[in-house]
């Protein structure tokens, strides 16, 4: 089973900078992107940013040029580990943080997508 789990959430300045961690391990013959989704209290979870097995990275245009998305995958994906840097914090990146990993692959095993529980992040002015 699949289980992503975010760390690294916190309390910050404007201004300033988190990384967020997204553990989790996969089937050795499967293939995984991660995403990373955040919802503020009374609002819709919105897509902050996501990297796919290839590597190629996308960000929603609030987070262009601030926030970096990048995954660390090993060889039979026992231990894989995305990280979301998230720099020139602003009030309004103030959310719950989720964590989505997307599966494919050659077995129909593969395709399962799973959530974390999510990791706060607060950022006051």
């Known amino acids: 089973q699949v289980q992503p789990v975010e760390s690294g959430g916190g309390s910050v300045q404007a201004g300033g900078s988190l990384r967020l961690s997204c553990a989790y391990s996969?089937?050795?013959?499967?293939?995984?992107?991660m995403n990373w989704f955040r919802q503020a209290p009374g609002t819709e979870r919105e897509f902050v940013s996501g990297?796919?097995?290839?590597?190629?990275?996308?960000?929603?245009?609030s987070v262009k040029g601030r926030f970096t998305i990048s995954q660390t995958v090993s060889q039979d994906n026992a231990t894989n580990t995305g990280y979301l840097q998230m720099n020139s914090l602003k009030p309004e990146d103030t959310a719950m943080y989720y964590c989505?990993?997307?599966?494919?692959?050659?077995?129909?095993?593969?395709?399962?997508?799973?959530w974390g529980q999510g990791t706060q992040v607060t950022i006051s002015s």
């Open positions: 989505n990993i997307q599966g494919s692959g050659d077995a129909y095993v593969c395709y399962n997508g799973y």
């Open positions: 990297i796919d097995n290839g590597g190629r990275t996308s960000y929603a245009d």
């Open positions: 996969g089937y050795t013959y499967c293939r995984y992107a």
